[in-house]
Each structure stands twice: as C-alpha cells, then as structure tokens.
C-alpha cells in the first residue's frame, strides 16, 4: 500500500483491503492474504515472513474484533490491541 509506485499511495491497510473487497470483489480472507503472504512472496521474504509458521519470524498483530473480516468494512477506527514483532510484544 505505501510503497506503490505513485498510482495509490495509501497508510491504510484496512481502507485498502475495504477497495479490494468492493471494487474487485475480493473476499476479507482474499484480501488479507494479498495484505501479508502474497506482499511477502512479491518482496522475495515469503519463506520468513507474511504468515504464521514454524520457522517464520513472528510479526502479528492481536486485534479488538470479533471477527477478521470486519477489517475490510471498518473504516477509520484502529482495532490494534497489541503489537507483536518478532516475536517480542510491543509496548
């Protein structure tokens, strides 16, 4: 998202994923895969980052929502709880 080339420059993953969902009709899981390990694979780091597995650094957020896909539909709130980089919690 902040790093296109000058076509889109956007800070907000959920107001990107919202675009996704409405105008190319990904579905929340879609989108949120070409958010992490997709955007890890087209940087060339999928084998270390972009998703959460044995070997792979743990970078993951703990979010305050009931449900993953109200990322794509909630606009202009942060439902960031915790920080996690690395595998150390953030403060």
Same mark, same amino acid.
């Given at each position: 998202?902040? &790093? +296109?080339?000058?076509?889109?420059?956007?800070?907000? &993953?959920?107001?990107? &994923?919202?675009?996704? =969902? $409405?105008?190319?009709? !990904?579905?929340?899981s879609?989108?949120?895969?070409?958010?992490?390990? +997709?955007?890890?694979?087209?940087? %060339?780091?999928?084998?270390?980052?972009?998703?959460?597995?044995v %070997?792979?650094?743990?970078?993951?957020?703990? !979010? +305050?929502?009931?449900?993953? $896909?109200n990322?794509?539909?909630? !606009?202009?709130?942060?439902v960031?709880?915790?920080?996690?980089?690395?595998? =150390?919690?953030? +403060?």
């Amino acid at each position: 998202t902040d &790093m +296109n080339p000058g076509s889109a420059p956007c800070f907000s &993953m959920p107001l990107t &994923m919202a675009i996704a =969902c $409405r105008y190319l009709r !990904l579905l929340p899981s879609e989108a949120l895969t070409a958010g992490t390990l +997709n955007a890890a694979h087209a940087i %060339g780091l999928g084998q270390q980052i972009g998703s959460l597995e044995v %070997g792979k650094r743990a970078d993951f957020l703990l !979010l +305050n929502t009931p449900d993953y $896909r109200n990322l794509a539909y909630l !606009l202009g709130g942060n439902v960031v709880e915790r920080v996690v980089k690395g595998g =150390c919690l953030l +403060n």
